[in-house]
């Protein structure tokens, strides 16, 4: 399941070529017609010229899949984009670990280590802590933005986990915005705006009516087809109200509210696309479903490009990224016989492990998802190829010692799962990785390049750098298993991210060719500087929505990419 799969046919190739003109064409006449008004109104006239970006975030698509997507057709429009040579492609990294809520905390913030992935045990209150939770999304964002302004500031965001600072952010799980500045808005604003945006609503609304019956009705054949394959109808209603009110109709609606947007001189404006993520998660990155949905995101980003294109008085910079990759992976469960919670509380205590129990976080018959059990003492937090154990028995995290000692039944049998690569826990200067149940200090230079990876260095700061956090489990546990072996998901997942995979860890930038480049490889903080550097004199221009001071707004929305 999740194979990968050839390239879209003669007749659909033909079909995403010509979707992607029609929205390139759709947008330049949108552009003009709303930028017309605004400047016959002087509001461009006398403004100063500086950079503006739009920033879209395409998540969960390493550079490699990227490339074999573009090779085999299924992106024509940013194909064309780099073949004309105004785009450059580059390489980038994902943050550690290989999950959205790390890297946003990265490039919004420049913050790195922040958080040790999308879910996680929090030992002071007893609970699980989720990036797809309003309330904690809100809590983590507060703290990483302390003194800091945020790299949207003044802009707007869609679809994202955190505001980054955002004056407007749209379907943000955190609720964080900065300052409206309502009578500003007002005032800069007319009835014209109302229209335009009253017409390119309706279109959207015409459109995506059109599309939600069409995925509605594939998404339940193919809900089905899937679960009678696998046996389990898990995550299959959540996965079908995903691809159909984000993919079919949010997206449009994002892309609409971006024109506009790019028609006012909003000076930054950030979208991320979530479609392949989700569908990776769930049908494996390589699946065909997968890379129709990475075409859809292309049908997306075209109207963007030739929107930015059709305002060059406003000097939009569009830049495509990614956080991380995803790779195939195959349940835990499946492997082992029961869910890694479960082996683990059992194995603690010296039973053999129960098979999987049906409900609860993460095993729900229909509704599940990827989450931190506590049971007999332990927690146990599972989301796709990343896990954390924490030993309860104690008030903070403990060292390799100390688990040696007081938690060694689960220590070895971890170390020797088949299911399982490598380990790490705290110790020392930078901590340890255990490799087949022997540790290799990740201070050492000499262990480090001991460690089973392409790229032993990368592996041991990002392996490092998880253990450095308190929020990070007294063990974690990768998934990944080397590269001729199929890497294990700890929840129920068939493409995952969150481990030291190389894949995962590989991301890519696609960068405007008359700006400078990033440099090369950068991660998220790296990103954070140099769009920063881009951004030049915008906070002193005029055009922006407000300030960076923030306050609650309530949006509830499906989650975000992990």
Do not use: N
């Not at 959207?204 to 594939?218: C, P």
């Amino acid at each position: 399941m999740g194979r990968a799969a050839s390239g879209p046919g003669r007749e659909e190739h033909g079909r995403l070529r010509r979707a992607a003109g029609r929205a390139e064409d759709a947008a330049r006449l949108a552009m003009r017609a709303l930028l017309r008004p605004l400047a016959d109104r002087g509001h461009f006239a006398g403004a100063a010229r500086r950079r503006r970006l739009v920033l879209v975030q395409v998540d969960g698509v390493s550079r490699h899949r990227l490339e074999q997507a573009i090779a085999d057709g299924w992106m024509p429009a940013l194909a064309a984009r780099l073949a004309s040579g105004r785009h450059v492609l580059g390489g980038a990294r994902s943050g550690a670990p290989a999950s959205t809520p790390a890297f946003q905390a990265g490039l919004f913030y420049g913050v790195a280590p922040s958080l040790p992935g999308f879910v996680w045990f929090d030992r002071a209150t007893g609970r699980e802590v989720r990036m797809d939770r309003p309330e904690d999304a809100a809590c983590v964002e507060a703290r990483l933005s302390a003194g800091r302004p945020g790299l949207l500031r003044a802009g707007t965001a869609y679809f994202s986990i955190f505001s980054g600072g955002a004056a407007a952010p749209h379907f943000c799980l955190s609720g964080l915005a900065g300052d409206l500045a309502l009578d500003r808005y007002a005032q800069r604003l007319g009835a014209w705006d109302a229209v335009a945006s009253a017409l390119a609503h309706s279109v959207t609304a015409v459109r995506s009516a059109v599309r939600i019956a069409h995925d509605a009705g594939h998404g339940v054949v193919d809900g089905l087809r899937w679960s009678l394959a696998v046996g389990r109808l898990l995550h299959e209603p959540r996965f079908l109200v995903h691809r159909v009110l984000v993919g079919a109709f949010l997206r449009e609606l994002a892309v609409q509210g971006i024109l506009v947007d790019l028609s006012r001189g909003i000076p930054v404006v950030y979208v991320d696309f979530l479609g392949f993520d989700e569908t990776a998660h769930r049908r494996g990155p390589g699946s065909r479903a997968a890379l129709r949905s990475l075409a859809a995101i292309d049908q997306a980003i075209a109207p963007i490009l030739a929107a930015a294109d059709a305002v060059p008085e406003l000097g939009y910079e569009v830049v495509v990224f990614s956080d991380h990759g995803h790779v195939r992976t195959r349940p835990f469960e499946e492997l082992a016989g029961a869910s890694l919670p479960d082996w683990v509380a059992e194995t603690e205590h010296g039973r053999p492990p129960r098979p999987p129990r049906l409900g609860g976080v993460g095993r729900g018959v229909l509704w599940g998802r990827a989450g931190a059990k506590r049971t007999d003492g332990v927690a146990v937090a599972e989301a796709g190829d990343l896990a954390h154990v924490y030993f309860l028995d104690g008030p903070g995290p403990l060292p390799l010692e100390a688990l040696r000692a007081r938690h060694r039944r689960v220590l070895d049998g971890l170390a020797s799962h088949p299911a399982v690569g490598l380990l790490a826990a705290r110790g020392g200067r930078r901590g340890f990785a255990l490799v087949g149940g022997h540790p290799l200090d990740l201070a050492d230079p000499r262990d480090v390049a001991r460690l089973p990876h392409p790229d032993p260095a990368l592996a041991g700061a990002y392996l490092a750098d998880l253990v450095s956090l308190p929020e990070s489990g007294d063990l974690v546990v990768q998934g990944w298993r080397g590269p001729d072996r199929e890497s294990v998901a700890y929840a129920w997942e068939f493409g995952s991210h969150g481990g030291l995979a190389p894949e995962e860890l590989d991301a890519f930038v696609a960068w405007p060719a008359r700006a400078p480049p990033p440099g090369p490889a950068p991660g998220p903080v790296e990103l954070h500087r140099w769009l920063e550097a881009l951004r030049g004199e915008g906070d002193r221009a005029s055009g922006g929505l407000g300030g960076a001071r923030t306050s609650r707004s309530e949006v509830s929305v499906p989650p975000p990419g992990r």
